[in-house]
Each structure stands twice: as structure tokens, then as C-alpha cells.
């Protein structure tokens, strides 16, 4: 837990997705499960790097919600969500958004929403249907993402809250709510997902527009 919260800390400083100026767009974004196919494999859309508010913006706004509109994030939103949280941000080498002890890549993203639950392919930059299970067991926001780790290095926590915080600010900076949970039924968000052996969940975070 100590590490997780010293991890929080330390990624306000080494956030920079969201330093650019720009405008929150979303402009005319057809809703997540209107692009979920029968092959269950969802192309994500490019990041968009002039969205959202610089930096400290993204700071000033950032707090734990726990009161969620319905309505759903649209694809646009989850695909820059994703590529926030630890896409891919220099190809050449593979290296991701968040940081990683030793780059050890030990970190693993899955959403749940209505439609099921899918695995975040950092490569790719596709969602890959895992199940049909709706893992959020309270169902306050449309999505929930879920932080999941395969190493259990005392490091993998700090992993884990580097993810959490570029989540974060990138929800405070683009206008969406969020919260930072590590309560949850750990077996059966793990059943869920159908996670292989070794996979753990660490954190999850409901994801939605302010009520
Ligand atoms: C490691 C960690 C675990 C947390 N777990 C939960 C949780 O399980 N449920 C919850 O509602 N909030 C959780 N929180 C959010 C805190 O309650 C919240 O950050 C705190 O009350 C301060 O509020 P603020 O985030 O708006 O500044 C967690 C925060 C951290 C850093």
C-alpha cells in the first residue's frame, strides 16, 4: 500500500502526456459498444496528443469521483484513455507512457463494461474481447479499467500506480471522472477476465462522464 501511494506521488512528476495546450474533442464520437464486432477484436483509434488541458490543469482538477453519469465513453475517449494509461509512446523501442521498473513490462490493462471484458494490446492497439463477464460488481461508471500485474516484484506496485496516475490525470485533464480502487473481489475480477495463472489484479478504476 505504502508503495502504491509513494508511486502516485512520484508520477506527477514524470507525467507528460498531457502537457501539450489544447482542446477537449470528442466531437461526434459514436459510443464504445456501437464499434465492438463479432470477432471481438476492437481496432483503437491513434491517440490525439492536442487533447485535453496542459499539465497543471490536469493537476489542479485531479479528485476521486464516485458518482458517474450513464452515459458511455465513446471510442475516441477509451483510445486515448488507454494510450494515456500506457500506450505505446515511442515505437521505435516499444516503450510505453508509464514508466516500468527495470522495464520489466509487468503491467497488463483490462476493461469490463456491458459488453464484456477485453484485454488493452499495447502493440496492436486493439481491444481483444476476453469474456463475456461484466466484472464491475458495483456498476458505478459504464467502464471499468483494471490494473493488472504478473510479477510480483516489490516494484510491480509502483508499476501500478504509475499506470493509476496517468489515468487519473488524464481524466481530470480531459473532463472524465475517475477513482483510484484497490478494494475488489480480487478472485473473481480474476475469473472474470480470465486472467492466466500468476496474473493479478492490483487496481481498478471506474471511468465515466461527472454526473
Ligand atoms: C492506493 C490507493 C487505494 C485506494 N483505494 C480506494 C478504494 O478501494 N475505494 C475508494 O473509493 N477509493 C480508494 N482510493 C481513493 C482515496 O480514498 C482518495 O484518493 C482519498 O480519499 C483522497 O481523495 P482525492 O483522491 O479526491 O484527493 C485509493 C487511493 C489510493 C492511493
Known sequence: M????????AAVAVSGAFAQKGVAQNQGAAAFTAAITTAGVIKLQPANLQRGEVIMQAL????????FSDKELSLTD?????????GINRPEKGLRTAPSSRNRQDIF??????AGSFAY???ENTLEKVSD???????????IIYIVANS???STGIDAGLVSQNISLFCSGVGLATVCR?????????????LPDGYRPVINHPVGYFK
Open 2 to 9: 505504502k508503495k502504491i501511494f509513494l508511486a502516485l506521488v
Open 60 to 67: 489542479a482538477k485531479r479528485q476521486s469521483t464516485r458518482a
Open 78 to 86: 477509451i483510445s486515448d484513455l488507454l494510450w494515456a494509461a500506457d
Open 109 to 114: 490493462l483490462y476493461i469490463s463494461c456491458a
Open 121 to 123: 494490446n499495447h502493440k
Open 133 to 143: 463477464t461484466d466484472c464491475r460488481s458495483d456498476k458505478i461508471a459504464p467502464l
Open 152 to 154: 510480483d516484484d516489490p
Open 182 to 194: 484497490t478494494s475488489m473481489d480480487k478472485k473473481a475480477v480474476a475469473e472474470g477476465l480470465k
